[in-house]
């Protein structure tokens, strides 16, 4: 996606914005993770995370498991400016994407990428590598995530999105067919739609 055309990113909010965290060496706020759904041709969730100031974006067509049996293919696209994080409503037809999208999940992450001695990988390291662990804090989902370069059918594009076994697994969870609405507003990406459908 063009990342230049943000008018159609009007912020509805800023995850950025929660209380102060208590503990030493509290410094900034959290990179944030964002799960856009998108009705454009074909269903989809973007996974999107804050990695040195843009959001890097895969497209997850059967979204994020709570299982870790699952492995998701995730299809990294271009990068999208931090603007584009709290949108919901309708990209135009004239314009790539276009389609109905909802916030699904979003919050803060933490890093979890290490080597092996046990010190932190910056996230840009750990992109490049084709490997990343992160600790997701959302509404929806959380605990450990890892998205893994697969390069499946010989793409460069092709990873996958894998829970990690930790205490928020749970193979019983299926929150993608149980809880569609956004957590901005509360509205299902029918209801987007339909927006459109009365402003035509």
């Known amino acids: 996606m063009d990342v230049s055309r943000s008018r159609y990113y009007r912020g509805r909010g800023d995850f950025r914005k929660r209380p102060p965290q208590a503990g030493k060496g509290w410094k900034r706020r959290s990179p944030i993770f ?3 759904k998108h009705d454009a041709r074909r269903l989809h969730y973007d996974f999107r995370l ?14 994020p498991s709570t299982d870790p049996r699952d492995k998701r293919l995730a299809v990294l696209v271009d990068d999208h400016e931090l603007e584009h994080a709290d949108f ?18 979003a919050g803060p992450y933490r890093n979890l990428n290490q080597d092996g001695e046990g010190r932190e990988i910056p996230m840009r390291e750990a992109f490049d590598s084709g490997r990343i662990e992160v600790w997701l804090e959302g509404k929806k989902i959380r605990g450990g995530y890892a998205l893994i370069r697969s390069r499946l059918g010989g793409r460069e594009e092709n990873w996958l999105l894998i829970k990690m076994r930790d205490e928020a697994a749970d193979a ?19 209801e987007v739609q339909k927006t459109k459908s009365s402003s035509e």
């Open 88 to 105: 919901e409503g309708i990209i135009p037809e004239s314009e790539y994407g276009s389609g109905a999208v909802i916030v699904w999940d």
């Open 50 to 63: 804050e990695i040195d100031g843009v959001l890097k974006s895969w497209a997850v067509p059967k979204g």
């Open 172 to 190: 019983r969870r299926v929150p993608t067919r149980t809880e569609p609405e956004s957590v901005l507003s509360g509205r299902t990406i029918e």
């Open 34 to 36: 964002v799960i856009q």
